[in-house]
């Protein structure tokens, strides 16, 4: 029985899938399924965390070779239970503080006649919340950026201001304010942050390039390019609609989802440059 094939049982006989075991060891799921037809070896790394997940000896992992004597005697011996008491997870007590803080704000406002000011202001802590509840990974980097876009949306809507108009910087006039730009211009910086942030962060698994990605690559390509048209200055000129009402709402959804496709981009890209 070859080494791949021994890894096929032993993940079998765990009751675990492809995608399981890459999830456990950090790998791609193609990288587990070259393993398993011996199409590539794992590195010594990956051999010792699978001996460890399967509950066998390296040796055994490895070669077949039964465990030795006193080996078999310990996994003979009935297993010693250990209860350990977890306490609630980290994230979970940020996002019960987080609740408990939005819960504080609206209340605040209340008492202080302005119900509506204090939803507004307690929208943040619970979204932020909420995040911290659900998401197992990057629960901060993931809070950044609903912090990012609900600070866009109230800039957009309460300003007038917009962290796209930095393409309008050498043609600023002075009766438009500096300090507005200058704000455009944090908002801008703080976007290419997070950008750089996720692309780096979840850029670190490998990623195959197989002809499907390929494809789903090229269409984000399309999709940025479209959305760099000025879709929301062409809905103004054609249907004579308000700035502030839909336009401002598909020009920050435009704004949005080229953000989003860009950083999707950019993280394909460092994924597929690592090795599989």
């Known amino acids: 029985m070859s080494l791949g094939e021994r890894i096929c049982r032993l ?91 939005a819960f504080g704000v609206l209340l605040l406002f209340t008492v202080a006649n302005a119900f509506w000011a ?19 990974k990057h629960p901060g980097l993931w809070c950044a950026w609903a912090l990012f876009l609900m600070a866009d949306v109230f800039l957009r809507y309460g300003t007038g201001l917009s962290w796209a108009q930095v393409r309008y910087t050498f043609l600023w006039e002075k009766f438009w304010n500096y300090t507005r730009l200058a704000v455009a211009w944090c908002q801008f910086l703080g976007g290419l942050g997070l950008l750089a942030a996720t ?9 195959e390039w197989t002809k499907e990605k390929k494809r789903l690559a090229v269409l984000g390509g399309v999709l940025f390019a479209l959305l ?34 860009l950083t999707a981009l950019l993280t394909a890209v460092l994924r597929g440059k690592r090795k599989v």
């Open 11 to 101: 993940r079998t006989a765990k009751n675990m899938s492809q995608g399981d075991l890459a999830e456990a060891l950090d790998v791609s799921r193609q990288s587990i399924s070259k393993w398993e037809t011996d199409g590539a070896t794992p590195e010594l790394d990956k051999l010792v965390k699978l001996a460890a997940l399967f509950e066998v000896t390296l040796d055994e992992l490895v070669t077949g070779a039964p465990p030795k004597t006193e080996e078999r005697k310990q996994a003979d011996a009935p297993p010693q239970v250990i209860v350990e008491r977890q306490g609630m997870p980290g994230r979970k007590m940020a996002a019960a503080i987080l609740f408990c803080m």
């Open 118 to 136: 204090g939803v507004l202001f307690g929208i943040p802590f619970l979204v932020c919340g909420l995040i911290c509840w659900n998401a197992k």
């Open 199 to 207: 692309a780096v962060k979840l850029g670190k698994a490998p990623m």
């Open 228 to 261: 760099c048209l000025p879709l929301s200055t062409w809905i103004f000129q054609i249907g004579g609609l308000s700035v502030s009402g839909l336009v401002s709402f598909v020009a920050w959804l435009q704004d949005s989802l080229r953000l989003a496709l």
